[in-house]
């Protein structure tokens, strides 16, 4: 394993600090390395995985759709990308969906619908965009000018122009920004990379009035709380608040590298035509058959009523963890998407959890991260919970 971490080093660009572990397969919740050492996953690729590994029906699908057409363009229709777009847009209460890559992607065609959907009222090129402190959308140029974290955008600035930030659940901080430029309003009703921050309802509904009484676009970006994670297939239908335009990734295709923006009728109709945007790989048939297949096994599998139930068992245990510990300020989540606030840096806490056949991450850099896939049983969330309760006492002792 060493000897392959060391050729990796050699020519893979140095832009992650990598755990010292090579994983070579998966199985139901576990991923093994290339020792043969066993890991329980509470990561799922960072919310991707959530019908586990080696799940059978998934994998034929994809063997099956290999076999018969991987790739043409979107010059063409294609039979899978028709049903999966059938089957999202009903799932998530939209009209239209323009299927991308990756998440970044998806914000960047959300961006560039809400500013045209503004240029083609008024004209005007200078509309702004209100984004959230401490939200995290991308990589790309695009998606990271609405990133509400300074050192992600200051060596590569200047950013896309005209976006402002805001407070999350501070309703004034948004209302104070808007002005006759602003098009959009672009938030995630849960800050996962941010610290698992859910959005208060209160919070939602007033800037869903505002929106609808100014003509401005509201966003939510579902690629990490979207999927089922929150306990519903998106976060927003908990909340009973709907954007125009939503995001969606991760664990929509469960490991093929897909993402996806919708919007209402009313946004499609008043906004992107042909020649606005495009991708050459998007929606390909490969990808289509990832997302009908997730799909129905969500459907199947009774997936969302797996993640409110076992969800529930995770927020008990987490909340006797932090009563327990007095370095745990905090727990916060819903569902399968959990975070421990600690007092010091968490950074320890996942390096001993690895050790011990755990894979947890943080989402800052005081918090632990909790993002299983989403078919986890009571008895994986005993088995971490035993993990990093000895991980605290361990470094209870050295303190």
């Keep these: 394993m060493k000897a392959y971490i060391e050729d990796a080093e050699q020519v893979l660009l140095h832009t992650y600090r990598r755990y010292q572990i090579v994983l070579e397969k998966g ?9 043969g050492k066993k890991y329980l996953d509470f990561c799922a690729g960072i919310a991707v995985f959530a019908l ?5 029906e998934y994998n034929q699908a994809l063997k099956n759709q290999i076999d018969s057409l991987i790739h043409t363009s979107n010059y063409f229709y294609n039979l899978p990308i028709i049903e999966a777009a059938k089957q999202l847009t009903k799932v998530a209460q939209m009209d239209r969906v323009f299927f991308t890559n990756s998440g970044t992607e998806a914000i960047e065609g959300a961006i560039k619908t809400a500013r045209k959907y503004a240029y083609l009222k008024d004209g005007k090129k200078d509309h702004e965009i209100i984004a959230l402190e401490h939200s995290f959308h991308g990589r790309t140029m695009g998606a990271l000018s609405v990133t509400g974290n300074p050192k992600y955008r200051e060596a590569f600035e200047p950013m896309i122009g005209n976006i402002k930030f805001a407070k999350m659940n501070d309703f004034e901080s948004v209302a104070s920004l808007v002005n006759e430029k602003t098009c959009a309003i672009l938030l995630e009703p849960v800050q996962g990379e941010g610290g698992i921050h859910p959005a208060q309802k209160e919070f939602l509904v007033k800037i869903r009035e505002l929106c609808d009484k100014k003509d401005i676009l509201l966003i939510f970006d579902e690629i990490q709380c ?3 994670r929150w306990g519903s297939m998106f976060a927003w239908q908990s909340y009973g608040v709907k954007p125009d335009i939503m995001t969606a990734a991760k664990a929509l295709g469960c490991g093929i590298p897909v993402g996806a923006f919708l919007m ?4 499609a109709s008043s906004s992107l035509v042909p020649g606005d945007h495009g991708t050459t790989y998007g929606g390909n048939p490969l990808a289509g058959a990832a997302i009908k297949k997730v799909l129905d096994l969500f459907e199947a599998n009774h997936i969302i009523e797996n993640v409110n139930s076992v969800g529930s068992y995770l927020k008990e245990q987490l909340d006797l963890l932090a009563e327990k510990y007095h370095i745990i300020s905090e727990r916060r989540g819903e569902g399968l998407m959990q975070g421990l606030e600690f007092k010091v840096p968490v950074a320890p806490y996942i390096n001993r959890a690895l050790d011990k056949g755990l894979i947890i991450i943080n989402g800052g850099e005081r918090v632990l991260r909790f993002l299983p896939p989403l078919i986890i049983e009571r008895h994986h969330v005993d088995e971490m919970i035993a993990i990093l309760s000895a991980c605290l006492e361990e470094e209870e002792r050295e303190e």
């Design 52 to 56: 586990g590994y080696q799940n059978q």
């Design 27 to 35: 199985e139901g919740v576990y991923l093994y390395d290339t020792k």
């Design 264 to 267: 209402t009728e009313r946004v």
């Design 226 to 228: 979207g999927m089922g």
